[in-house]
């Protein structure tokens, strides 16, 4: 035991445990699908995190907020945080000026005519004798014809906050994620599409949704992406860090500080994670502890389990950190509860094992069911392994490795030292109650009706159903993911339910793509005729913000030459009372922009403008991508026509293409686990050299999967990913249990010690399968539920089918052999 503690002490520090999500989802078999997770994985939204103030009045939540961009600024793991005071640098909008008139989109020839200057020269001189005289002078002179606010315009896109004491804040009266006002709203900011929840509550107070009072708003992009889970848990410290330090500073008593983002999410599924792990270990050790101590009488039962689990998990831990370069921390969990199988490998040694024979012994008398439990069992789960959902795949491997490595150590290591610890059962069960128990058996094909009736339900909910939703895979809280697609809605985010794509050779292939899609997208938008609901409120669209090089030119060649505009200016500025000098600027700006060079997405000076367009236009697999992205989608229909026979164009259902990457596991799964089942069966065969004894033991667990199925279909009406692998889990437990019950056993003896040894197993699976019943984590309770109800008819069944009936028991068999 000291051994194998120690083997897994120094392979533990060696693992390198991941906790991303991300690392989990599959590719995918098509090009939209590969599309999707690889944004999720590294895209511009892994990033982003918006943040919300709660808690005081908005004089002082606006100090708050200022405080904290100021703060945030400053740390090494935040790339920008914006809160709307300061949207752009005057770099940033120095060098938005200088190239007003290739990236605005009213800079076209009808707009430096004689007639269209005047009146924007009209328009100018009204400014400079109001209160807006200063920007007026500053931005409005030199750019009459109003290039900067358009361009300004386009690249704010559909803000739903409102600036109020100079920072963003959520509209007045604005619907809560309950129906509240005043959820968190996103930014608009140029930071690419936003949204977020009420993070859950901490020390601070937490928050709740749907509160009345002002939030003020922020949007914060990390510097690191999901890859680096690490690095964006320290950043979100720091940010609850700097939003104490912020509301210390602003006398604010009692900050609530609210967080959304797949950031957050992360940190709250990491977080859940965790915390179910450690009740997992801690509980199911004293569970399993106390039961096995009750049940044999003995310490030493404890020291045989601790030569073999230890080692298992460690070498199983080894493989997939081989295979895959990590090893996921949901895999740690589940696996090490898949693992809980091989528990039942010592104590179905020692349950076996008659006072004062040798070990050796033991393990040859029952050698022929426990390898082919071990070898079925194997082969069962083999077929996870092929997966393209890596997740499945580390399951998997991690089950098989450990399953093989556990009954090695118990069939190689233990025999021997059970014998020298003298482990055996303390009691074999009263032989008595046996042939009562055993008599249950002549009236077996009564079992045949829970089976039957498992058939006709599903027959009459039409079969199987796979529930596609990836959503129910993640351990996300559902309460979490409710609360940030209900204020996702609220902020009038654009729907990333639905989006467009366009593919192409280069960067600007795809905006030339974009600009010639414009015309029809604003028709759509408009509805098409006076008076009509467009398909959508507005779209984002990189061309919007950075037009394509040809759109340049034109825009160029649009500008009339110096001679041509000083001319127009002096006539449309004539009895206005300007200097003739005054326009000067103006002329200057035209003419560089008339010669100057052309603007590429690598010239763009900011962070926040490259992350408003990384959102939007991205490389991948050496091509390059524009998104098309709606929001307040009224007409999906109508949104999916507009892309209909375009070349190049695709729309992309997000739902549907989840639903796509869970049908193509599945479709993947079915061959590999019916062909991981027959060759269970063939190895059945071949090790009983009796059919009619792998009948049994094969319709014992079909009954078992059949009403399980049948159970949850009434329960969930579907079946879930995570449901079909603990299905094939509950098929390798009973694989065990009929394998054992239908042995030929020489006598009563022998037949109650399987019976007590077999419910010893069950027991201590349901102790540890009850746990997961009260995680945190949805994807574990599912486990843990589908779990429980199937290893209790598995035993059922497999006592009714796989034993032999009373009266035809004999000589013979394993026993004989031995």
């Known amino acids: 035991m000291l051994a194998s503690l120690a083997f897994a002490g120094l392979v533990a520090p060696r693992l390198r445990v991941e906790s991303d999500l991300t690392q989990l989802i599959p590719a995918g078999g098509d090009e939209a699908s590969r599309l999707m997770t690889r944004q999720i994985r590294s895209g511009v939204a892994s990033s982003l995190v918006l943040v919300g103030l709660e808690g005081a009045d908005e004089g002082r939540l606006a100090a708050t907020s200022r405080g904290l961009q100021a703060r945030l600024q400053r740390e090494p793991g935040i790339m920008f945080a914006q809160n709307g005071s300061t949207l752009l640098n005057p770099d940033t909008i120095g060098w938005l000026f200088a190239h007003r008139y290739l990236l605005a989109p009213n800079t076209t020839p009808a707009?430096?005519?004689?007639?269209?200057?005047?009146?924007?020269?009209?328009?100018?001189?009204?400014?400079?004798?109001?209160?807006?005289?200063?920007?007026?002078?500053?931005?409005?002179?030199?750019?009459?014809?109003?290039?900067?606010?358009?361009?300004?315009?386009?690249?704010?896109?559909?803000a739903a906050a409102s600036l109020r004491h100079g920072v963003w804040f959520a509209p007045e009266g604005g619907p809560g994620p309950d129906g509240g006002s005043g959820a968190e709203h996103g930014a608009g900011d140029g930071a690419g599409p936003g949204g977020g929840h009420r993070a859950e509550p901490d020390a601070r107070g937490g928050g709740h949704p749907g509160s009345d009072g002002p939030r003020a708003l922020l949007v914060v992009r990390l510097r690191a992406g999901a890859s680096d889970g690490a690095a964006q848990v320290a950043a979100l410290a720091a940010l609850r860090r700097d939003a104490d330090a912020a509301a210390s500073a602003a006398g604010v008593a009692h900050l609530r500080l609210l967080e959304g983002g797949a950031p957050v999410f992360a940190r709250a599924a990491q977080a859940s994670v965790e915390h179910?792990?450690?009740?997992?270990s801690v509980a199911s050790l004293l569970l399993v502890t106390g039961w096995l101590t009750w049940r044999f009488r003995s310490p030493w039962m404890l020291a045989a389990i601790g030569?073999?689990?230890?080692?298992?998990?460690?070498v199983a831990c080894l493989a997939v950190q081989f295979a895959f370069g990590f090893v996921h921390a949901i895999t740690l969990g589940f696996g090490a509860t898949m693992l809980g199988i091989t528990v039942d490998y010592p104590v179905l040694l020692v349950g076996h094992r008659k006072i004062g024979e040798p070990g050796p012994d033991t393990i040859r008398r029952i050698g022929r069911a426990f390898t082919l439990s071990v070898l079925t069992a194997s082969l069962g789960l083999s077929g996870m392994i092929g997966s393209s959902f890596r997740g499945i795949a580390q399951l998997g491997l991690f089950s098989v490795s450990g399953i093989l490595t556990a009954a090695a150590l118990t069939g190689w290591l233990l025999p021997r030292l059970i014998e020298r610890a003298g482990l055996a059962p303390a009691y074999a069960g009263a032989r008595g109650r046996l042939p009562r128990l055993e008599g249950l058996r002549r009236f077996r094909l009564w079992g045949l009706l829970p089976p039957a009736l498992a058939l006709a339900v599903l027959a009459g909910l039409g079969g199987v159903r796979l529930d596609r939703d990836l959503a129910a895979l993640t351990p996300v809280p559902a309460r979490l993911l409710a609360g940030d697609a209900a204020l996702r809605a609220d902020l009038g985010a654009p729907d990333v339910g639905i989006a467009a794509l366009v593919r192409a050779d280069s960067p600007d292939g795809v905006l030339a793509r974009e600009t010639a899609l414009l015309p029809a997208l604003d028709a759509l938008r408009a509805g098409g005729r006076p008076g009509a609901d467009g398909a959508f409120d507005s779209v984002e669209i990189a061309a919007r913000l950075l037009p394509d090089q040809a759109t340049q030119a034109a825009r160029q060649a649009a500008l009339p030459d110096e001679a041509t505009l000083a001319a127009r200016i002096g006539a449309a500025q004539a009895g206005l009372g300007f200097t003739p000098a005054a326009f000067d600027a103006f002329r200057q700006a035209v003419a560089a922009a008339r010669a100057g060079p052309r603007v590429s997405p690598g010239d763009l000076p900011s962070d926040l403008l490259r992350s408003r367009l990384d959102a939007l236009l991205f490389r991948a697999d050496g091509a390059w991508y524009g998104a098309v992205i709606p929001t307040g989608l009224h007409d999906a229909a109508a949104f999916r026509a507009?892309?209909?026979?375009?070349?190049?164009?695709?729309?992309?259902?997000?739902?549907?293409?989840?639903?796509?990457?869970?049908?193509?596991?599945?479709?993947?799964?079915?061959?590999?686990?019916?062909?991981?089942g027959g060759l269970a069966v063939l190895v059945l065969l071949a090790g009983t050299r009796d059919a009619w004894r792998v009948a049994r033991i094969v319709g014992a667990i079909a009954a078992t999967l059949l009403v399980t199925v049948a159970v949850l279909m009434l329960v969930h009406g579907s079946l879930s990913l995570i449901e079909l692998v603990s299905l094939q889990f509950v098929g390798g437990i009973g694989l065990d249990y009929a394998l054992f019950f239908a042995r030929t056993q020489i006598d009563a003896e022998e037949r109650a010690r399987t019976l007590r040894t077999l419910v010893t197993c069950n027991v201590m699976a349901l102790l540890t399968f009850s746990l997961l019943c009260l995680c945190r984590t949805p994807l574990l309770r599912q486990i843990g539920e589908t779990v429980c109800l199937g290893i209790l008819l598995a035993l059922g069944f497999a006592f009714l089918f796989a034993g032999p009936r009373p009266g035809t028991e004999g000589a013979g068999g394993d026993e004989a052999r031995a």
């Open 111 to 158: 707009a430096f005519t004689v007639a269209a200057l005047h009146a924007d020269f009209v328009r100018l001189r009204a400014a400079l004798a109001s209160s807006a005289s200063p920007l007026a002078s500053q931005y409005g002179v030199p750019d009459p014809t109003g290039a900067l606010p358009a361009l300004l315009g386009a690249w704010r896109g559909s």
């Open 276 to 280: 179910d792990v450690r009740l997992l």
């Open 307 to 314: 030569v073999t689990v230890p080692a298992s998990f460690a």
């Open 642 to 676: 507009l892309f209909a026979g375009r070349p190049g164009w695709q729309v992309l259902d997000v739902r549907a293409a989840t639903g796509r990457l869970v049908g193509f596991y599945t479709s993947q799964a079915w061959p590999a686990l019916l062909a991981g």
